[in-house]
């Protein structure tokens, strides 16, 4: 038995394994456009790229029915840890709302007319014999006056603002898996990945898989060693 040639089957086998899985990948996605001589394709376009409508399709099915599919968001929003972070969120917004003056969010003129015109109907329905007393030019004259920066948090209760505020965003939550299913996210994810060039998604493929990759060529070297080392045994024993 020759060590040197038993060697040299082995390695070129393994050689020759792992170039054949490498090309093999390779072709997967190369060429992106098929290789012709005049009307003749000397060399057919890559697999991905030749299919890529019909891989972005299938990815956008995944997405829609496996991964952001009604259920799955239903059962990411309804886990604690998130309705903690949205509580959590809204109550700092709201505790810094309420920090803020009535005349950040309405101009002292506006509120001066919407107050005076208020509580002269509110006179006028509820105490018709001072109508006469009240009027809205009167009211605005005074109001004009009258310092109207006021905290909202000395206007209305925070803490029943946020239970009602809360309750309502429990019924949102309850809609958004709906809102999102009726998005069609299925056709936005089909086009965005149709719209992808084929460098890029050759790219983002071989970033996902990278490891996957290397395990098949390492697994084509190994396996043409195997054959290599057999291959001996079966020419020396001819």
Do not use: C, W
């Amino acid at each position: 038995m020759s060590i040197a040639i038993l060697a040299s089957s082995v390695g070129i086998g393994a050689v020759i394994g792992y170039v054949t899985n490498y090309v093999a990948i390779k072709l997967l996605f190369r060429p992106f456009k098929p290789v012709k001589l005049g009307n003749i394709t000397v060399f057919p376009q890559g697999v991905i790229p030749r299919e890529k409508k019909l891989l972005a399709k299938k990815v956008g099915e995944v997405v829609k029915n496996y991964i952001l599919s009604e259920e799955e968001i239903r059962k990411i929003l309804s886990t604690p840890e998130v309705k903690k972070e949205i509580e959590s969120f809204l109550d700092s917004k709201i505790d810094l709302l309420f920090q803020k003056n009535i005349v950040e969010f309405i101009s002292k003129d506006e509120l001066v007319e919407k107050l005076s015109a208020f509580i002269e109907k509110f006179v006028s329905e509820k105490f018709p014999m001072f109508a006469s007393l009240v009027n809205a030019n009167m009211l605005k004259s005074v109001l004009e006056n009258v310092d109207l920066n006021i905290p909202l948090n000395k206007v209305f209760d925070s803490k029943s603002v946020k239970e009602v505020l809360k309750k309502e965003l429990d019924k949102f939550l309850e809609d958004i898996p709906k809102i999102i299913a009726k998005s069609e996210i299925d056709k936005i994810v089909e086009e965005k990945v149709a719209s992808f060039d084929e460098k890029t998604l050759e790219d983002m493929l071989f970033s996902l898989m990278q490891k996957h990759f290397s395990f098949i060529n390492f697994a084509g070297a190994v396996l043409g060693g195997i054959i290599g080392f057999f291959q001996y045994f079966v020419i020396t024993n001819m």
